[in-house]
């Protein structure tokens, strides 16, 4: 490698290459998660609340072994087993009513593993298109609940999409200061309205109610809060409707083609693009460099 490269958000020379290389020579017996942890702990990469960035720098490390720039140790799974989603107990008993009918409704973050955790990968596993198995990096999870504790819906929001150009272009950020700023903006890459309740305007109620409340929880979770959020619909499937009700903007649509298509031979659905900002000076909080 004659020049940097930047994966995860971060700069690499040929010397953290070599070092990179170094630490696996060194150290046979490291696994990659202990060898990730390392990683981090010499080069002090953290979030802003301290923590090690072991994610980012797991799928930097995955991401060098694809260029044939490093060889990983055998990665090791637990049974060779992907997670299993449990199957939780909950109500599927027709909801049909007004918004009113339902209040005062709740939403839920999810606190990580445990029973809320387990409900919210089994709603979404079970009832989304796309399913919902596991995350990386940061991300947010809520469950809507109705004045009778029956669930009403599933929200995700996570990393958001490391460049698109209709949002780039709408931003007006250049690539370096993307690096640094993408982290104040998230992606709300799962919506899900349970498939029994039908409840006009409530789509757009969740959407507008866990924005309100959104960069307080990332703030309070991640030591940084947010300024923009973006969503891709696919056409194919969806008009995004409680989008447009919810005020998002549509600024675009992808191109048809995957992330993972280097050689541009993969047809993937055409999806719209749409943006809620947090903050009236979104612009100038992701073009600042910081």
Request: charged share 25%; proline share 4%; aromatic share 10%.
């Amino acid at each position: 490698m004659s020049s940097s490269i930047v994966l995860q958000g971060r700069h690499l020379v040929p010397d953290d290459i070599e070092f990179i290389r170094r630490m696996i020579a060194d150290h046979p017996d490291w696994r990659r998660t202990r060898l990730s942890r390392e990683i981090c702990q010499l080069w002090n990469w953290r979030t802003d609340k301290g923590l090690l960035k072991d994610m980012a720098c797991r799928s930097m490390l995955r991401k060098l072994e694809q260029r044939k720039l490093i060889t990983l140790p055998v990665a090791w799974r637990k049974g060779n087993q992907a997670r299993i989603i449990p199957s939780i107990v909950h109500s599927c008993d027709p909801i049909h009513c007004e918004l009113k009918d339902l209040q005062p409704i709740h939403i839920l973050m999810v606190p990580g593993r445990g029973d809320m955790d387990n409900l919210f990968h089994c709603l979404m596993d079970r009832y989304h298109y796309l399913g919902c198995r596991g995350h990386v990096g940061e991300h947010i999870k809520y469950i809507v609940f109705d004045r009778y504790n029956r669930p009403l819906a599933c929200m995700l929001f996570g990393s958001a999409a490391w460049k698109t150009r209709a949002r780039d272009l709408f931003i007006g950020w250049s690539p370096t200061v993307r690096q640094v700023n993408l982290k104040l903006m998230t992606n709300n890459t799962r919506f899900l309205i349970l498939p029994w309740v039908v409840v006009k305007n409530l789509a757009s109620y969740i959407l507008g109610a866990c924005l309100r409340r959104l960069s307080d929880d990332w703030q309070n979770r991640y030591g940084h809060h947010l300024v923009l959020v973006e969503t891709f619909v696919d056409r194919s499937r969806f008009v995004g409707t409680c989008y447009l009700a919810a005020n998002w903007m549509r600024i675009g649509s992808t191109c048809g083609r995957s992330r993972q298509d280097r050689y541009k031979r993969v047809t993937v659905p055409v999806k719209d693009l749409y943006i809620y900002p947090l903050a009236e000076d979104f612009r100038q909080q992701l073009c600042d460099r910081i």
